[in-house]
């Protein structure tokens, strides 16, 4: 008996793991593959050349300067999503007169497409001819128009704030899930018991809400390291390689330079990266638990 | 070797599926077509049917792909095992295809008849080590292009040298809500925009010796002279967040004197700003006359296995019709005798002006990785527009490093 019950539930999960194995184990074989051979401008294998491609990758300055940007891009979206995610969830999750189409206002930036978002964007924010500048100084708010892409450092902020705009509905969507599962009683006993709003806040919904924060910053993490759209279609990683992060980099390489085993290369650092954040967050997430479940 | 079976698989399951689809059908040949303007598509899309007409065993496939994405998707065409038979290329590509033994050699197609057609000029970049791996399909010059308006205002005349330039556009940027200068800092072409000053300055992009051009004293005239107009404000203001377009929308507004652009302009100006008036004139010399000759070739790739049914349509796409209506109809510069012969080409005084170019036009070079070499240019010009390094230092390195890519 021991033996059917310990291999039914892997026979239940065979299918299912034999898809994801196919789905993303192959793409990595394939890219682990190319990145230890030389490849050719037009993606045909050549001969094994071992490391190569990662000493060329280390070897670049513009590698480093990228990947320090992407952490910076990262760190900056995802935690700047998730501060103004929460408070908009829970004044969302209040009833007043018309929440629904308040809901609707936050969800509305989600239904439009990455690119046509940045592409709006680009156009708005154009230093002569774009709405964001006329709008400013209709309003008195600026005297003369300012470039908004056209130095790095400002330009990445300027992507950084869209990041978090475009971030914003569905990590909201994650939180709103959350808030109304948690249970009204709780917050009813505490304000019996004197407990500001603060401290409903502080006591109650953080703690609360922990699953579903976790769950938002491992996705949000995945999603935005990766994101090409908005620096792309932006600045394409420009000026001078200023705000390229490793997508556009990697994206740089593969499709106009032709350096597709150096562009394996990276892909597979970055999945590294990624790989080893996911595991060290779960990991704590985790210790987390079972320390609450000690406590108890 | 897992994966070359899954390739395989997937290769023969297309095939098989494709097979199903057109079992009787005649023989297909699958053309990418790279987009020009709304106009491109529906063009060849009409030069097939006609030759389906004439040839019903034949059927012609076309597939239109937007320049920003045509090398991509070839890439991953060609990486894939599904190339097109026949594909609009830029020129500047057509090395790395040829020494991938992607393009095929189209000499023993050529009857001396059909490539008499052709301008020579336009055949050349097609050459490679002796062997013709395109035809030209489509060319273009650059010229300098004015708002003969606010010269009128600014009292000053049409500039033919640098100096000129220089001093018309103190004029120019005083009057109210103008620019005397529209300079490119961004995106595609940012490098080409430099070239025009630095062919003009008597430099080169690559010296005899094949080393870079850039660490030369024309190259830091030419890029001082840019950055000095950037410094006193001559230009737009922050040249790096002005792509090409925008550069050229700033144009149509009429807020900038001067402009240096390619032909295809001019039907946008007539569409788009009908009341603005301009000249089309050489650019700015400081020692020689030049200008930037830009060709698209047609490339027929050696893996396709209906290469006399894929020649037949190409023979068939360069009747004079054709070419005129394509032509005129994209604002190019004729690559066929016949085509340039035509009275429109001398009497149009737009078109006429970007043409007599092209006897002292200069062509990108062929080489290989051009573009990061021109990347590697691209990043050295937007730091030197934002200030980040001098003009010196920001060649040498450029130069320093193209020399590099290039092995050198």
Do not use: C
């Not at chain 1, 597979?268 to 985790?286: A, Q």
């Not at chain 2, 009292?155 to 940027?173: F, M, N």
């Not at chain 2, 200068?181 to 430099?203: N, P, R, V």
Request: hydrophobic residues 45%; glycine residues 8%; without cysteine.
């Amino acid at each position: 008996m021991t033996s059917s019950t310990s291999l039914k539930p892997l026979a239940m999960i065979l299918p299912g793991l034999a898809l994801a194995i196919l789905i993303i184990g192959y793409p990595i074989y394939d890219l682990g593959y190319a990145s230890l051979h030389e490849v050719s401008r037009f993606g045909q294998l050549r001969d094994f050349n071992g490391f190569n491609n990662f000493r060329d990758v280390f070897e670049d300055p513009l590698f480093y300067g990228s990947l320090i940007r992407t952490l910076i891009w990262t760190f900056a979206v995802v935690g700047g999503t998730l501060a103004l995610s929460l408070p908009i969830a829970m004044m969302l999750n209040e009833e007043f007169y018309g929440r629904g189409l308040a809901r609707v206002i936050i969800m509305l930036p989600w239904s439009i497409s990455l690119t046509m978002t940045a592409v709006v964007w680009r156009w708005a924010l154009n230093g002569r001819a774009g709405l964001f500048n006329a709008t400013l100084m209709d309003l008195g708010i600026l005297k003369e128009p300012i470039e908004w892409l056209g130095e790095a450092n400002q330009a990445f902020t300027v992507e950084i704030l869209i990041g978090i705009l475009v971030s914003i509905p569905f990590t909201t969507t994650i939180f709103l899930g959350g808030l109304s599962a948690l249970p009204q009683d709780t917050y009813e006993a505490a304000a019996v018991d004197g407990a500001t709003r603060w401290k409903q806040f502080r006591h109650i919904t953080l703690p609360l809400m922990k699953p579903f924060i976790n769950i938002a910053v491992v996705l949000n993490v995945i999603y935005v390291f990766n994101s090409l759209p908005i620096i792309w279609v932006m600045t394409e990683g420009g000026p001078a390689n200023g705000t390229d992060i490793l997508v556009t980099y990697l994206y740089k390489l593969a499709f106009r330079f032709g350096q597709l085993g150096k562009a394996s290369a990276i892909s597979l650092i970055m999945f590294g990266v990624l790989l080893i954040f996911t595991i060290i967050y779960v990991l704590l997430v985790m210790r987390g638990e079972a320390g609450a479940e000690a406590e108890e | 070797m897992f994966h070359r079976k899954v390739a395989t698989f997937a290769a023969s399951a297309l095939a098989l599926g494709l097979l199903a689809g057109s079992a009787f059908a005649a023989t297909t040949v699958n053309f990418t077509v790279a987009e020009y303007s709304s106009k491109t598509g529906p063009f060849y899309k009409e030069v097939a049917a006609d030759f389906e007409k004439a040839n019903p065993d034949i059927k012609i496939n076309i597939e239109v792909v937007p320049w920003d994405s045509l090398l991509q998707r070839l890439t991953t065409d060609i990486a894939g095992g599904t190339p097109p038979d026949i594909s609009i290329i830029g020129t500047r590509w057509l090395l790395d295809f040829a020494s991938q033994g992607v393009a095929e050699p189209i000499d023993s197609y050529l009857t001396p008849e059909f490539k008499g057609a052709f301008i020579d000029t336009f055949m050349k970049p097609g050459i490679i080590k002796g062997k013709t791996m395109g035809l030209p399909v489509a060319a273009s010059a650059r010229a300098m292009v004015i708002n003969t308006d606010l010269y009128e205002k600014a009292g000053v005349k049409p500039p033919k040298t640098w100096e000129e330039l220089y001093q018309a556009s103190q004029k120019i940027a005083k009057l109210p809500d103008t620019f005397g200068f529209g300079l490119q800092g961004k995106e595609i072409e940012t490098d080409a925009y430099f070239y025009y000053a630095l062919w003009t300055y008597g430099g080169d992009i690559l010296r005899a010796d094949g080393k870079s051009g850039l660490d030369s004293p024309e190259a830091l005239a030419a890029v001082s002279l840019y950055k000095k107009m950037i410094d006193e404000g001559l230009t737009q203001p922050s040249p790096t967040n002005y792509s090409r377009e925008d550069v050229f929308n700033l144009f149509k507004q009429g807020k900038v004197g001067t402009i240096f652009t390619f032909p295809m302009l001019i039907p946008q100006i007539k569409a788009e700003a009908p009341n603005l008036h301009y000249a089309v004139l050489p650019f700015p010399v400081e020692k020689t006359e030049a200008t930037y000759g830009v060709t698209d070739t047609l490339m027929l790739f050696s893996s396709s296995k209906v290469k006399k049914a894929a020649w037949k349509f190409i023979e068939f796409t360069y009747q004079d019709k054709y070419r005129k209506q394509f032509d005129l109809g994209e604002g190019f510069l004729p690559v066929t005798k016949n085509i340039a012969a035509l009275d429109y080409f001398k009497t149009d005084k737009d078109i006429a002006g970007f043409a007599a170019g092209l006897p002292y036009a200069k062509f990108a070079p062929v080489i290989a990785n051009w573009e990061e070499i021109a990347d590697t240019t691209v990043r050295a010009l937007q730091q030197i527009y934002l200030g980040q390094v001098s003009p010196a230092d920001g060649l040498k390195a450029a130069a320093k490093k193209i020399n590099e890519i290039r092995g050198l």
